[in-house]
């Protein structure tokens, strides 16, 4: 009786046991499906950026920068000393033949508004009309000349490489040695610009043949060389 009591406890302890067992392996089970799925998540891929292969880029354009302030400087400044924009020269001239003469003069500069440059195949702005007043000192005599003239620019490089210039006028005497007024002279001249480093643009410089007169008295003519500067005011 009693081992049949003890074979029935150790059988029924038995099922426990392997009840109990199965029950913790599926918890166990469970736990890992749930922590693997709480852990590990889906990853999808990241899409490729779409393409189009006929479109065409468009590269971006900067805009230029502001000019630097040289170059405003120089805008200003081509305005003149003064700022008047007025168109001058200076020069001097030695003039020898029939008498001596040296003088100075200052002309005021016109362009020419017929632009008769263009009409024969020379620059629009080729031709320039000046008239001045200046002093001129010969071996007896002094003279203030009161001086027009009409210049015409050529072609740049058409004299061996020279821009060239011809010119021509009168000259006339407001007063002079006595003192006398009056007397009609002129010149004629060939010469060629140059620049010498000034910053007011070219240098003319000029040979050809000039006369002065002061009335019937005095007078000097010969040949005469002179230099140019122009000078914007």
Do not use: C, H
């Not at 020269?89 to 263009?118: A, H, M, Q, W, Y």
């Not at 240098?203 to 122009?230: D, H, M, R, W």
């Amino acid at each position: 009786m009693k081992n049949n009591i003890w074979s029935g406890s150790f059988i029924i302890f038995g099922l426990v046991a392997f009840l109990f067992a199965g029950e913790s392996d599926a918890q166990s089970k469970i736990i890992s499906k749930t922590v693997k799925k709480v852990i590990t998540p889906q990853i999808t891929p990241a899409a490729p950026p779409k393409t189009n292969p006929t479109e065409e880029v468009t590269p971006e354009v900067t805009p230029p920068p502001p000019p630097p302030d040289y170059e405003i400087k120089t805008i200003k400044e081509n305005k003149g000393l003064f700022g008047w924009g007025l168109n001058t020269d200076i020069g001097v001239n030695f003039l020898t033949g029939n008498g001596s003469l040296i003088g100075i003069r200052g002309d005021i500069i016109f362009s020419d508004p017929l632009k008769l440059g263009e009409k024969i195949g020379l620059a629009e702005d080729a031709f320039e009309y000046k008239i001045g007043l200046g002093y001129g000192s010969g071996n007896n005599f002094y003279t203030i000349p009161l001086l027009a003239e009409a210049v015409a620019y050529l072609k740049e490089g058409s004299l061996f490489g020279l821009d060239p210039f011809i010119g021509t006028g009168l000259i006339y005497n407001l007063s002079g040695t006595g003192p006398l007024s009056g007397g009609l002279g002129g010149q004629i001249y060939l010469g060629i610009l140059n620049d010498f480093g000034f910053g007011s643009g070219k240098t003319g410089i000029s040979l050809g043949f000039g006369s002065y007169k002061v009335a019937e008295t005095y007078s000097a003519n010969g040949v005469q060389l002179a230099v140019s500067q122009p000078i914007k005011l």
